[in-house]
Each structure stands twice: as C-alpha cells, then as structure tokens.
C-alpha cells in the first residue's frame, strides 16, 4: 500500500485535488439499491432525449455493425456538418461528446500558470478542464442564476487563455441573447479563447437561437461547441463537436485522440443530423412537456428558474434554515424517480428534471407531491 501510495504522489497536485465527475445515478442502480423494478423507474436526471434515439440512426447503427473491425472516418459526418453549418470542414473537431471538445480546448490552451474564467452555477466539466492543466479557475458570481458577462468581462486578467459560456446554461437552464453574446465577444480580448458550449442550442425557440456558427469569421478566438446528446438522442454513443478558425482547429486536433469518435457513433450522427422531423417532434415534445412540469410545480407551490433547456431547476422550500433537497431527492429515489441533486454546483435548494414523456412527467409530480408531505 505504501508503494501504491508514493506512486500516486507523483501524480501533479492539482490532479489529486480533482472532485471526480458525478453522472446522474443509473437505473440499474437505483433497481438494485431498493428492490425496484427496473421498468417502473423513471429517470429525469441526466436530461436525455426521452424519445430514445432517431429511427433513422437506428437503421444505420445496425447498417454499420459488420465494419466494427474498420478504424473510424469521421470524413462524413464533418462534410455533412459542414454542409448543414456554411463552414469548411476545416474548421470543424468532432469529439467524444462535446465534453470532449471542452478538454480539447483546456489541453491546447491551458497550463500551469494560466487561468480559465467561467460563471458559477456553470458546467461541471469547466473547472474539470481547467483544474486538469493546472490551471487557476476564475469564478463569477452569478446574477439571478445566469452569467453575468460584464462581471466575467472584468474579471480577465493578463494570464486569462480561456472563458467558458454555457448558452443556455446546464444546471440553470438561463440564457444569453445574441446580443448580449455578441457585445462580449467585440469587447473581450483578442487573445483569448471563448468557449461558448450549445449542447441545448436545439432546445432553443428558433427566434432566440444565436447566429453563433456565422459569428466565428469574425471573431477567430472563438470556439462553438455542440452535442448529439441531447434532442438527437445520442447521449449513450457520445459524439459532438466544435467549429472554430481553422487554424484552432488544427490546435484542437493536435491534442486529439486519434479515431476518438467510432464508427457507430460517426454514422448515428450522421443519420439524426440528416432527420429533421426527430428534431422537430423533439423539440415539441419539449414545449409540452416544459408546461406540463411548470403547471404542476405552480399547483404545488414551487418556485422553478426560467429555463431554455430540455429540463427545469426546481426549489424546494426549506425547513427554517435547513435545507430539504436532499431528503426531497432520496425520497423520490425511494419512489422510483431519479432527479438530479444541485447541492454540487452551490445550488443546496434546488433539483434538476429533465423533461420527460408525458407520462414520466406526471409520475414525477406524483411522486414530489408525495415526497414533500411524507
């Protein structure tokens, strides 16, 4: 053990203090824990597609099966990214989900003595990806839950390399105009690196979408990122990607794994970019189910932040000073609903629902009406 243990103090300090990611709890898990039947548990936790994934990429995962000994060749998914976008292939990095993409930025532009400025109540893979490069993580304070650009403008400092925007925000669901997001850019300087992270950008009403793609010509120093995770139902094949100048892409592809998206993936992808009435049905089916959960939480009382995401971030009241997410969350596991504890991102009152079935909503409210009264 104590070879074991020296071995591991080689590992750089700030690797060490790293708090691992924490994923939603699976339904395996929770089935086990207490004795549940998998098929009557509802997951909301993770704010995945509920309709599962698009028949379309369904038929071409299974088309693809009998290449698996092939390497990957992301060559049609980046050409038919860069149709769909009005950029060159270039300028586009796929990833192993954009999380990946996230890393790829804070590996080839973060280092011991640099810093990375991001808002709080943000992402969890920023301060991941900062604290990784032994970079000093800059955390804005943010207003009413959103990011405060002008604070996160004025907190840059000479050794700032990156920024991280959320657009719209997980866990908060807030977003930024286009601009808002545009002002920043003009003003922030030149030689720093903008990260704006879209993995909900589908989810967006079309009116408010920002023109984020077209904005790269005009500011080299940004960086878009984006998922399959989410409305394309591609959570568990993990692919996204960035667009960028394509001298930062050639960065990003530097420090890129190669083949680090597979073939399945490439070819899911491809398939759910190309099946418009999916996106479209998803994304109604969000509208929907977003009031269904925001009628129910009013009926119960409960304050939730305005969110332009495929979930909500509900308030639970306290019990004087003490706060009573925690008990609410264990509760509703016990019940078979698996939520999303915030108390990791300095959000104790509050729990993440992604928006589910219609069904799967409503068991929810249910089960949180009974939750607060047990």
């Not at 979408?209 to 989410?230: D, G, H």
């Amino acid at each position: 053990m104590s070879n074991l243990l020296d071995i591991c103090e080689l590992s750089p300090a700030y690797v060490r203090a790293i708090a691992p990611y924490q994923p939603g709890k699976p339904i395996t898990a929770l089935a086990r824990e207490f004795g549940l039947d998998e098929r009557a548990v509802v997951k909301l936790a993770s704010n995945e597609n509920p309709r599962g994934i698009s028949p379309k990429a369904l038929a071409a995962v299974k088309a693809a099966l009998p290449e698996l000994a092939r390497y990957p060749d992301g060559f049609e998914l980046s050409e038919a990214l860069s149709r769909r976008l009005g950029v060159a292939m270039e300028q586009i990095v796929l990833g192993n989900g954009s999380n990946d993409v996230l890393e790829l930025a804070g590996m080839a532009f973060l280092a011991p003595g640099c810093s990375a400025v991001y808002s709080q109540h943000a992402f969890a893979v920023y301060p991941l990806a900062t604290q990784a490069r032994g970079a000093h993580s800059i955390v804005v304070a943010a207003k009413n839950y959103a990011h405060d650009l002008e604070a996160m403008l004025a907190a840059i400092r000479a050794d700032t390399h990156v920024v991280f925007i959320a657009n719209p925000n997980n866990p908060t669901g807030t977003m930024l105009t286009a601009a808002e997001l545009e002002s920043f850019l003009s003003r922030a300087p030149k030689n720093v690196v903008v990260v704006v992270d879209e993995a909900y950008n589908e989810y967006l009403d079309p009116a408010l979408r920002c023109p984020s793609i077209a904005w790269v010509e005009r500011f080299p120093n940004l960086i878009v990122t984006r998922t399959f995770s989410k409305v394309y139902g591609l959570a568990g094949l993990r692919v996204g990607y960035g667009v960028c100048h394509p001298e930062v892409a050639a960065l990003l592809n530097r420090v890129r794994q190669p083949f680090n998206v597979n073939n399945l993936a490439i070819v899911a992808a491809t398939a759910a970019l190309a099946d418009e009435d999916f996106v479209r049905e998803s994304y109604a089916l969000n509208v929907a189910g977003m009031a269904q959960l925001l009628d129910g939480c009013k009926r119960l009382g409960l304050a939730s932040i305005p969110s332009h995401g495929n979930f909500i971030s509900v308030e639970i009241p306290r019990a004087g000073t003490q706060s009573q997410a925690g008990a609410v969350y264990q509760k509703l596991l016990r019940l078979g609903v698996i939520v999303r504890p915030l108390a990791g991102y300095a959000m104790p009152d509050h729990l993440r629902v992604t928006i589910g079935l219609a069904e799967e909503n409503m068991r929810f409210l249910e089960a949180l009406e009974a939750a607060l009264k047990a």
